[in-house]
Each structure stands twice: as structure tokens, then as C-alpha cells.
DNA sequence: ATAGGGTTAG
């Protein structure tokens, strides 16, 4: 065993003395202090028990305090020492609630305070509150946070600045903001700390314009801000993407010659790329003495966000040492610029290089981008993944695990998702919905919406979109009515502009054409191009050439380079025979070079994505997939089906290259493929990135019966499921 | 002895 660099001196001097007053220099004290690893301190522990100068409780927590808190320490040896201490006293609880607090089982801390209350005969003093409201905050905990709230005002502590403070920290994390403003405004002298708890907390918790009005009253109150402030008001610039100001901040930081240390440094780099400048970005990390890991990832989330991939993977091979955290933001980078296919394959590369282990953020990356191209056998396998690690889903992972099986096109495992997890937030809760409503499943989804309000979780925004959209696609009009008539005088949620587009669409796709011009017009906000895009949509189900016109002006001066607007009025044309108008619109798409965004279908067959363009031949089985679909023609027409041409864009003019043309549509190439090449019990799931045409939409009614095979196709807007000459939306899209 | 900070997420 290891012995102290210099003997002990003679404890045994003192341990006759061990019931007098605390005798301050004991030169065991100097001792322990000046421990350098975990067996000296051991040997004072046995030391002590030898004296007995370890059963002097102020001796025992002096000894307690440096196992618990020295660099060297860990908890479970320092919950040894607590549990031998005969009678702790106060300091020693309060250390242990300390240390439990900012450990990774912070509710410790609060069940020790418990015990402290029922065991001890101590009461909480100003020392204690701050570490168990750390330990609240910690866990999120919002009714322990108000319990501990209310003690500390019985204790007559309710005005000490730091439990104040603790408490301002507490109710910012729990969200609830209103709570902690209270707590903030009844201190008599706030310090610097109450400003910069305040000030992030409402940075973080996306008020960055509060808190930005919170620093220049700091400013008027005469209280200097130290670097953490200056970290929270460049998280404020960075949410309020607001470069001018965050530039100012910087010149700020220099002109008042406020410290800069690593982490401000980082923070101000964070701020300029999350406002768009690489540049500003650039030469600050260029002229960075001391960088870490996290100004690394931070350069590379900027380039990665930005687009600007190549950089960004050049800084992940460059940098010291990659982390989870680095692959994260170069595939949640691909992914929310909706290069999936990218995310995809840097996700595989991860896994096969073993350089980091994925963590719940890369899979809830990987299940996004999966759920935008309908990739279910790599969704699965990730679900698979998740179960076999034994991640506990999160509501994060539980709400992106509903999404990817609800838009590849399986509801029932989106269902079993939801229902075996216990945990559900506002953000599970409406992917849920948002689930059934995309599948038509209408009437589940209100249901699910009036569960959710029972299990008191209260609805956002995204929610009654979502609400809505399931009224929309299963043709509830009353009941959209009456939800989109609730939300600002019951849910206290005034609708947006996504809002009123759902309406337009209910009404318009309900035939309601008039009644939705009527409440277009009495909107109060501006009509965006959604709403006019809803309104055009709904005429040409309709055949209303008269409101598409309209429409389709509007939705132009908004949005000059909409080609689906010209496509839509196109439409609306050729159905109601207007064929001047037709070629008036092929004529103008030709001089303006607009182009119908072209058709794409894709299909996965044992993890393998195969893609088909309209009339593309690119695909190798390119020949065998064509004389397929030659034979379900035949069989088809055979069964009485004629070509609806009304569906085509009608650049085509004879009348049989326009049925060629027809045939090649993206999506019909995708069945004849999967009907030769998906096994036989399973569905053949395809997704579309543009809306099913009628045409292809009875061709896939037919093929479902005549082959007997199930075909589940996602559009742009929702899924249809195809099943014995019949599709799940009942023709209503 | 006490409180507050930056990167990755639907």
C-alpha cells in the first residue's frame, strides 16, 4: 500500500480533544486537503476511525467533504464515508445533495434531502436549497422544483439571492418561464447571476427577443455583464439569426474588455455561422489560439448547415478527434437540406468505421431521412439497432420512429410504436396524428387528438395542423370547422397561415369553392401561396376554371416560379376541354423555360432503393420492367380499363404518344418492377415525390385486383393503399 | 460550501 509523502503528525495528541471546540488547525485537516489521490485519503479515513476523531461529526464532514468534492473523488466511495459517519451533520447532508446533484442520478439528491428531513435533526439551511433545486433541475422536475419552492419561503429563505437564482434556473429548465420571471423580478439586489440566468434561459428557450431586452436593462441597472452573459446574448443573436447584432455584440465584448474565453469564443463562432456567415466564421476560428472539440463541430455544423458538404467533411477528417457529436452535424446537415440519400451513407459509413457509437441524435437523423425517401428496410433496421442496444426511446426517437413508419407507408408499426412507449409529449402525441391523417384515417385521428387532451398534455400548433390536414383528406368539413374555430377562443392558439391553408383545402376539396373564396377573403392575414395553392388544387378536383385562373394569378405573383401552378391550370383546362388554354400555357412554360418538376418513383427491394423517372430507361432490368408493363396493359385493358388522358400535361398531341407517354409515368414502372420483384406476401410500397395522377391511380386500383397484390403509394400529400380494385381514400384526394 | 455558459434533435 501507497504511504504518505510526510508522516502524520502525532494524532494522538489530539483525539482527547475531539469534544472540544473545533479546533480549526487540526493538522489532520491540512491533511486532507492537501490529498492528491484517493489512498491518502484512505489513510486518513483509517487514521481517523483509529483515533476516533471520525466519529467528531465536524471532523467526519471535513473528511466526507474532500472524498466527495476533491478532483480525485467519486461518488461511490464518498457515499461510503457519508454511511459510516454516525451522526452526519448539516454540512455533510448538504454535500452529499451536492454531489448527488450534479451527478448522473441527480434524484438521489432529492431523496437524500428526504431523509435528511424525516432523519435528521436538521432543518434545510440557506446551503441546502441551492444543491437540491440544482437536483429538481436536473431532473426536470417542476412539482419538486414548487415544493422546495414553498419550503424555502416557510424557511424565511424566500429572498436569499442564491436560492433565487437556483430557482430561476429551475423553472427555466422545467419551461416554465412565467414562474421564473416571478422569482427574477422579487429580488431586491439581483447580481450578475440572476441576469445571466435569465438571460440564457430565455435565449435557450427561443425568446431570444426577451432576452436581448433583458441585457440592455441589465445594462440600465448598472450591473456590468461578465463573458456568461456575453454567451447568452450570442445564443440570442444566433436564434434571432440576426448578424448585424451579433456583430455588434462581438465589438461590444472587445470595447468593454470583457474576458474571452474559450467557451465565449466558441459562442460567438456558433453565432456567426448559425446567422449564415462562414466568412466572419472563418477568421475568427483562424484566429483562435485554443480550440476544442466543440469549436470544431461547431465550424463543421456551419459548413454542413450551410450546404457547403466538402468543407465540412474535410474539417471532420482534419479535426483532432471526430465524436458522435461532429457525424451528427455532418448527417442531421445532409438531412434537413434534404440530401437523404447522403445522410444515409455517411450514417453507414459511421457504422462501419466503429469511430463513434451512434447516439440517439444520429438515429433520429437516420430515421428522417428515411422516412423522406420511404425507406422502410433501413428504418427497421435502425429500430432493430435501437431495441438491440437497449436505447431507451426517447420522446425525440419515439416521435421520429412514428414518423419514418407512417410515411414508408406502415401505420400498424407506427401504431405499436406509440402504443408501447409511456412516456408521450406534445411532439409524439401529433406525429401520431399527423400519421393517421397522412394513412386518411380521419376519424382515428380526432380520436387520438380528444386522448391527448385527457392526458392533459396541451395541443401546439403543429398539432392542429395535423388535425386539421385529417379533416381534410377524410372530408370532415363540420369537424374542421368547428377545431379550427376552437383554437384561439379554448386552446388560446392563433391559427397561422398553414392553418387557414388546411381550411381552404377542406372547404375547396369538399366542393365548397365559393365558401373557401369567401373565407380567403375574410382572412386576416395575407393569403400566402399555400392558400391559393390549396384554392387551385380544390378546382381542378373541381373542374372550376373560372376560380383556377384566379387562383393560379395570385399564387404567381407570389411565387413567379411555381410550376405546379401552370401544371395545376393546365389541368383544370384539360379536363373541362379548354385546349386553347392548354397550348396558351405550354406555350408560355416554353418561353419562360419553366419546366414540370419531373416525376419520381421509388421503391425499396431488400434494402436496396430503386428509383424510376418518367419514361426512364436508366435502370438495368430497364427492358424486362417495360414488357411487364406491356402485359399489364393488355391484361388490364382486357378487364375493360380504358386511359384516362385527361391526367397528361397534354404536351404530347397524338393521341397515341400520349398513351406512351401515360404508361411511362414514374409510378407504373415502379409497380411493374415490384410486382415482379417484391416477394408476394409482402406490399409493394412505392413513394412518389409529386401527386398520383387519376390514371395511374385507377391503373393501380385495377393491377391490386387483377394480380391480387397490395400496393401502398405515398404522394406528395398522403397515402394511398390499394387493395382489391379498391384504394383507401375512396377516390377522395 | 451555495447559483449561471457553447456544438448535435422532431
Not at 426517447?394 to 408501447?420: E, P, Q, R, W
Not at 385493358?637 to 385527361?646: D, E, F, L, T
Request: net charge negative.
Amino acid at each position: 500500500m501507497e504511504t504518505l509523502s510526510t508522516p502524520l503528525p502525532s494524532l494522538r495528541r489530539y483525539s482527547t480533544s475531539v469534544n472540544n471546540d473545533h479546533d480549526h488547525d487540526h493538522p489532520v485537516f491540512l491533511h486532507i486537503k492537501q490529498c492528491t489521490n484517493s489512498s491518502q485519503l484512505g489513510q486518513i479515513h483509517a487514521h481517523m476511525l483509529r483515533t476516533g476523531l471520525f466519529f467528531d461529526p465536524y471532523s467526519a464532514s471535513k473528511l466526507f467533504a474532500a472524498s466527495a468534492l476533491l478532483p480525485f473523488s467519486s461518488l461511490d466511495s464518498a457515499r461510503k464515508v457519508f454511511d459510516q459517519i454516525p451522526k452526519p451533520n448539516l454540512h455533510s447532508w448538504n454535500t452529499l445533495i451536492r454531489v448527488y446533484a450534479s451527478s448522473p442520478e441527480p434524484l438521489q439528491g432529492i431523496l437524500i434531502f428526504l431523509r435528511m428531513v424525516h432523519e435528521s435533526p436538521y432543518y434545510p439551511n440557506k446551503f441546502t436549497f441551492p444543491f437540491v433545486i440544482k437536483a429538481a433541475a436536473e431532473i426536470f422536475s417542476l412539482c419538486v422544483g414548487q415544493a422546495l419552492h414553498g419550503l424555502a419561503i416557510k424557511a424565511s429563505l424566500g429572498a436569499d439571492v442564491f436560492i433565487s437564482n437556483s430557482l430561476i434556473h429551475l423553472y427555466l429548465s422545467c419551461g416554465d418561464l412565467d414562474s421564473a420571471y416571478r422569482v427574477f423580478t422579487m429580488i431586491g439586489e439581483k447580481d450578475v447571476v440572476s441576469w445571466n440566468s435569465m438571460i440564457t434561459g430565455l435565449a435557450q428557450r427561443g425568446c431570444a427577443e426577451k432576452a436581448f431586452q433583458l441585457f440592455q436593462e441589465m445594462e440600465e441597472e448598472g450591473v456590468k455583464p461578465n463573458d456568461v452573459t456575453m454567451v447568452g446574448v450570442l445564443s440570442a443573436c444566433a436564434k434571432k439569426l440576426d448578424l448585424e447584432l451579433g456583430r455588434w455584440v462581438c465589438s461590444y465584448i472587445e470595447r468593454k474588455g470583457i474576458r474571452v474565453d474559450l467557451t465565449l469564443s466558441n459562442a460567438m463562432l456558433d453565432m456567426y455561422t448559425k446567422c449564415g456567415s462562414l466568412e466572419d466564421a472563418k477568421r475568427l476560428f483562424d484566429m483562435m489560439e485554443e480550440k476544442d472539440i466543440v469549436t470544431w463541430t461547431t465550424m463543421l455544423d456551419g459548413y454542413a448547415k450551410l450546404g457547403e458538404y466538402e468543407t465540412a467533411k474535410q474539417v471532420l477528417d482534419t479535426m483532432p478527434r471526430q465524436d458522435i457529436a461532429a457525424w451528427n452535424a455532418l448527417i442531421s446537415g445532409y438531412e434537413q437540406n434534404g440530401k437523404s440519400k447522403e445522410a444515409l451513407s455517411l450514417y453507414h459509413e459511421l457504422q462501419q468505421s466503429q469511430i463513434a457509437k451512434p447516439d440517439g441524435i444520429t438515429l433520429v437523423s437516420a430515421l428522417s431521412a428515411c422516412a423522406q425517401l420511404g425507406a422502410m428496410g433501413i428504418g427497421e433496421c435502425i429500430h432493430a439497432y435501437v431495441k438491440e442496444q437497449g436505447i431507451k426511446l426517447n420522446c425525440h426517437l419515439t416521435t421520429s420512429l412514428i414518423d419514418m413508419y407512417s410515411k414508408c407507408g406502415d401505420i400498424k408499426k407506427a401504431l405499436d410504436v406509440f402504443y408501447s412507449v409511456d412516456r408521450r409529449d406534445v411532439f409524439v402525441w401529433s406525429a401520431m396524428i399527423a400519421g393517421l391523417a397522412m394513412h386518411g384515417q380521419g376519424r382515428d385521428a380526432i380520436d387520438l387528438f380528444s386522448r391527448m387532451q385527457e392526458t392533459m398534455i396541451k395541443p401546439n400548433s403543429v398539432t392542429f395542423t395535423n388535425v386539421l390536414c385529417a379533416c381534410s383528406h377524410a372530408g370532415l368539413v363540420k369537424e374542421g370547422k368547428t377545431f379550427f374555430n376552437q383554437m384561439e377562443p379554448v386552446y388560446g392558439i392563433r391559427p397561422g397561415i398553414q392553418h387557414y391553408s388546411c381550411m381552404v383545402d377542406i372547404l375547396g376539396r369538399a366542393g365548397l369553392l365559393e365558401e373557401a373564396v369567401e373565407f380567403i377573403e375574410k382572412m386576416p392575414i395575407l393569403p400566402s401561396d399555400s392558400v391559393w395553392g390549396a384554392l387551385l388544387g380544390a378546382c381542378q378536383i373541381h373542374g372550376n376554371v373560372e376560380l383556377a385562373e384566379l387562383a393560379c394569378r395570385h399564387l404567381l405573383e407570389l411565387d413567379p416560379e411555381n410550376n405546379g401552378a401552370y401544371v395545376l391550370l393546365s389541368n383544370v383546362y384539360a379536363k373541362t376541354g379548354k385546349w386553347d388554354g392548354v397550348s396558351r400555357l405550354r406555350k408560355h412554360m416554353r418561353v419562360t423555360g419553366l419546366k414540370k418538376e419531373q416525376g419520381c418513383s421509388r421503391i425499396e427491394v431488400n434494402g436496396v432503393i430503386h428509383e424510376f423517372l418518367a419514361g426512364d430507361n436508366c435502370h438495368p432490368l430497364s427492358k424486362e420492367i417495360y414488357s411487364k408493363l406491356d402485359e399489364i396493359m393488355v391484361r388490364l385493358k382486357s378487364a375493360g380499363y380504358v386511359p384516362n388522358k385527361s391526367h397528361l400535361l397534354q404536351l404530347i398531341e397524338e393521341d397515341e404518344m400520349q398513351e406512351h407517354a401515360l404508361n411511362l409515368h414514374s409510378e407504373k414502372l415502379a409497380i411493374a418492377f415490384g410486382l415482379q420483384y417484391v416477394e408476394v406476401s409482402q406490399p409493394i410500397r412505392i413513394i412518389k415525390n409529386l401527386r398520383v395522377c387519376g390514371d395511374c391511380h385507377s391503373v393501380a386500383k385495377l393491377v391490386s385486383r387483377l394480380y391480387n397484390r397490395e400496393i401502398i403509394l405515398r404522394d406528395r400529400y398522403r397515402f394511398h393503399h390499394f387493395s382489391g380494385g379498391n384504394c383507401s381514400c375512396k377516390d377522395y384526394w
